[in-house]
């Protein structure tokens, strides 16, 4: 359906406080935590409840959250639940009408929940809206909005280029970044699966194209507000230092992760792309897996017992998990 939306948003009302849940999923790592619960606390449209899903496993991580920001709700898990699991349980806790799921290795502008917030006004068929994200030192773009790639990958516009204003006009995208994804829930509600707004099987990597593809199919919009302003230090709750910021990611993966990188990508085109479409691609999907298995199999053969490791546990590739 197509709409016709202004480019100025800035006569448009704001949401109020009590509509708006936060969900952040930790392991604890470094002092990114801290940092994003701090510029939540900073924002000139201060969310109604903050939801920390903890997964750092120690058992004195929480106690230390609580006594520095007391109003934030932490939920420690007693093993690792990953992102889209952790998002599901802090999920079915909130019932506000709108949900701004955050890595902790994020910090927001003053003005990002205020401004994002509009998007959500422009029409009632927005259900994304993701906005401005950089790198940590506000030069370098990260995400401005989340795309299908021609050979069905995900790809974040204008990721690692200089913000030369480029992205400076608020307009429609495919999808949201998973790093800054802010939801109406009435979309949440329509796509959820067996009962799960993210699917569990994507325990990192693609749980954000799944989404906003399933999102997508329904006829749920996304919105880029470049006015919404975040930065974050991409991988930084599981890449090496000195992987972050790099470009051609995956060098820094460890062999579980390529793992989930490859096996997810199968998963999210197979769950939401017709089979004649997946037919009308299969020349750029093709060129795409050789580059990307070339990659594994000569640059890092241990990861090969990794990646069909994962393939053989889903269920959605016909393999049988208890075999």
């Given at each position: 359906?197509?709409?016709?939306?202004?480019?100025?948003?800035?006569?448009?009302?704001?949401l109020?406080?009590?509509?708006?849940?936060?969900?952040?999923v930790?392991?604890?790592?470094?002092?990114?935590?801290?940092?994003?619960?701090?510029?939540?606390?900073?924002?000139?449209?201060?969310?109604?409840?903050?939801?920390?899903?903890?997964?750092?496993?120690?058992?004195?991580f929480?106690?230390?959250?609580?006594?520095?920001?007391?109003?934030?709700?932490?939920?420690?898990?007693?093993?690792?639940?990953?992102?889209?699991?952790?998002?599901?349980?802090g999920?079915?806790?909130?019932?506000?009408q709108?949900?701004?799921?955050?890595?902790?290795?994020?910090?927001?502008?003053?003005?990002?929940?205020?401004?994002?917030?509009?998007?959500?006004?422009?029409?009632?068929?927005?259900?994304?809206?993701?906005?401005?994200?950089?790198?940590?030192?506000?030069?370098?773009?990260?995400?401005?909005?989340?795309?299908?790639?021609?050979?069905?990958?995900?790809?974040?516009?204008?990721?690692?280029?200089q913000?030369?204003?480029?992205?400076?006009?608020?307009?429609?995208?495919?999808?949201?970044?998973?790093?800054?994804?802010?939801?109406?829930?009435?979309?949440?509600?329509?796509?959820?699966?067996?009962?799960?707004?993210?699917?569990?099987?994507?325990?990192?990597?693609?749980?954000?194209?799944?989404?906003?593809?399933?999102?997508?199919?329904r006829?749920?919009?996304?919105?880029y507000?470049?006015?919404?302003?975040?930065?974050h230090?991409?991988g930084?709750?599981?890449r090496?230092?000195?992987?972050?910021?790099?470009?051609?990611?995956?060098?820094?993966?460890?062999?579980?992760l390529?793992?989930e990188l490859?096996?997810?990508?199968?998963?999210?085109?197979?769950?939401?792309?017709?089979?004649?479409?997946?037919a009308?691609?299969?020349?750029?999907?093709?060129?795409?897996?050789?580059?990307?298995?070339?990659?594994?199999?000569?640059?890092?053969?241990?990861?090969?017992?990794a990646?069909?490791?994962?393939?053989?546990?889903?269920?959605r590739?016909?393999?049988?998990?208890?075999?």
């Open positions: 359906m197509a709409m016709d939306l202004p480019a100025d948003v800035e006569s448009m009302g704001i109020e406080s009590k509509e708006i849940s936060v969900i952040i930790t392991k604890g790592a470094g002092d990114y935590l801290r940092k994003c619960l701090s510029s939540l606390r900073g924002q000139s449209l201060p969310p109604g409840e903050i939801i920390v899903m903890d997964n750092s496993l120690d058992s004195s929480s106690p230390a959250i609580l006594r520095e920001f007391p109003s934030v709700k932490v939920l420690s898990s007693p093993n690792n639940l990953y992102y889209g699991a952790s998002l599901n349980k999920l079915s806790l909130t019932r506000s709108f949900v701004l799921c955050l890595n902790d290795d994020v910090v927001l502008g003053r003005d990002f929940i205020l401004e994002a917030g509009k998007g959500f006004l422009l029409n009632e068929n927005i259900g994304m809206v993701s906005g401005k994200i950089l790198r940590m030192d506000g030069s370098i773009l990260d995400s401005t909005g989340l795309f299908l790639t021609l050979w069905y990958s995900a790809r974040e516009r204008g990721y690692g280029r913000d030369k204003g480029d992205f400076d006009r608020p307009g429609f995208v495919f999808g949201v970044s998973g790093s800054v994804a802010f939801y109406r829930r009435k979309m949440l509600e329509d796509i959820k699966e067996k009962g799960d707004y993210f699917d569990p099987e994507f325990k990192m990597f693609y749980e954000d194209l799944d989404i906003s593809w399933r999102a997508h199919n006829g749920w919009k996304a919105y507000l470049p006015s919404a302003k975040a930065f230090a991409r930084g709750s599981f090496p230092a000195g992987g972050l910021g790099r470009p051609f990611a995956r060098r820094y993966l460890d062999d579980d390529h793992g490859i096996k997810n990508r199968y998963l999210a085109f197979l769950k939401n792309a017709s089979p004649f479409s997946i009308a691609r299969i020349i750029p999907i093709l060129l795409y897996d050789f580059c990307a298995w070339f990659f594994i199999i000569f640059f890092r053969p241990a990861a090969l017992r990646v069909f490791s994962k393939l053989r546990q889903s269920s590739f016909g393999f049988d998990k208890q075999s």
